[in-house]
């Protein structure tokens, strides 16, 4: 293999993880849903050795299980976990919050808003997988106004293993799962890094309230189960 050929397939290897990954932190795939290595390959128009790889490094994000060759899910989470994985974003989270409101610009400000508004329209038209994206995108912003990325990369392996258990409670959720992200805003609005950590972790634990009793009901026992 020659040296260009070496890092053409490193980058092939980085799109498709990345665009696996953006996938899971957006929803597209659900807890328990069973991934094809040959369908996936065929949507991406690759062979299918970046694509399992890309898997393989999902397995080790635990975002992924792999019970064999033929048998690869989308992991479940107990609500051990889940409440583990809320703690630690209440954490960096609100830390991302409270260092956006010292700095955050009116243009910041305007980009939050309009995300608000096409995740009101998403909520209004049923649109799960909208609806998560924009969630999503809501709270990466937070510490991409802070300036911290170092913190966004370890959130993003965070968001890999919740992703898919926010979108199967999105609709759901109904409005619990907008509601915070006004104050977030006035917070910023004022540059009070107190008031946008409060209003960061109120989402995170009122809003995200029904994915606990999503999991806590079994229904995620019984996706895995399929």
């Known amino acids: 293999m020659t040296e260009f050929s070496t890092l053409e397939y490193a980058n092939l290897n980085s799109v498709v993880y990345g665009a ?22 065929e949507q991406f ?5 970046p694509i399992r790889d890309a898997i393989l490094r999902l397995v080790n994000d635990e975002a992924v299980t792999f019970r064999s060759p033929r048998d690869i899910r989308i992991a479940g989470l107990s609500e051990e976990r889940y409440r583990e994985i809320r703690a630690i974003r209440v954490r960096l989270e609100g830390l991302a919050a409270e260092t956006a409101a010292q700095v955050a610009t009116s243009a910041d400000i305007q980009a939050l808003e309009l995300i608000v508004r096409e995740n009101e329209a998403a909520i209004a038209q049923g649109d799960r997988l909208r609806g998560t994206q924009l969630n999503q995108a809501f709270h990466f912003m937070l510490p991409k106004i802070a300036g911290l990325p170092v913190l ?6 965070l ?5 898919p258990h926010i979108s199967g409670a999105y609709l759901a959720g109904g409005r619990a799962m907008i509601d ?3 104050p977030v805003i006035e917070a910023l609005k004022r540059h009070d890094p107190a008031a946008a950590s409060m209003a960061i972790v109120d989402d995170i634990l009122l809003g995200g309230k029904p994915i606990l009793d999503r999991i806590a009901s079994g229904a995620e026992r019984e996706a895995r189960r399929a």
């Open 45 to 49: 128009g690759t062979s299918v050795t």
């Open 20 to 41: 696996l990954c953006d996938a899971l932190m957006q929803g597209r795939f659900q807890p328990g849903d069973r991934l094809k290595i040959r369908d996936l390959a």
């Open 159 to 163: 968001w890999l293993q919740m992703g």
């Open 152 to 157: 966004t990369s370890i959130l993003r392996r």
């Open 180 to 182: 915070h992200h006004y």
